[in-house]
């Protein structure tokens, strides 16, 4: 089994800037790709960033520019830098993993960070 856990999160005023993290560990050889998506209820949960093992990395238009995914291997660690927040960035943020196992690539999710962003 893979575990996630997340750190980071809370209240942070307009125009500010928070840094979440996510440990992940368990049984797992390698990792390919890590990120993380947002969710505000009743709505979807959205993709925010994706890095992939070969440091390729995807963002969602509403991160680009303000937001920075990456990741310290020897620590299996995930982090996205927020800068520049905004009251619509308020959202239970989670990461997950992608990682082989014995049916293909699964994909494992933290329990997720909630994150506020005062007007």
């Known amino acids: 089994q893979v575990q996630l856990v997340e750190s980071g999160g809370g209240l942070v005023e307009r125009g500010g800037s928070m840094k979440l993290s996510c440990a992940a560990s368990?049984?797992?050889?390698?990792?390919?790709?890590m990120g993380w998506e947002r969710q505000v209820l009743p709505k979807a949960r959205e993709p925010v960033a994706l890095?992939?093992?070969?440091?390729?990395?995807i963002y969602a238009d509403s991160a680009k520019g303000r937001f920075t995914i990456f990741r310290d291997e020897g620590k299996h660690t995930v982090s996205l830098q927020m800068v520049d927040l905004k009251p619509e960035d308020t959202a239970v943020y989670y990461c997950?993993?992608?990682?082989?196992?014995?049916?293909?690539?699964?994909?494992?999710w933290g329990r997720g960070t909630q994150v506020t962003v005062s007007t």
């Open positions: 368990g049984r797992f050889f390698t990792i390919r790709a």
């Open positions: 997950f993993v992608r990682v082989p196992g014995e049916q293909g690539l699964r994909d494992h």
């Open positions: 890095l992939f093992d070969n440091d390729t990395t």
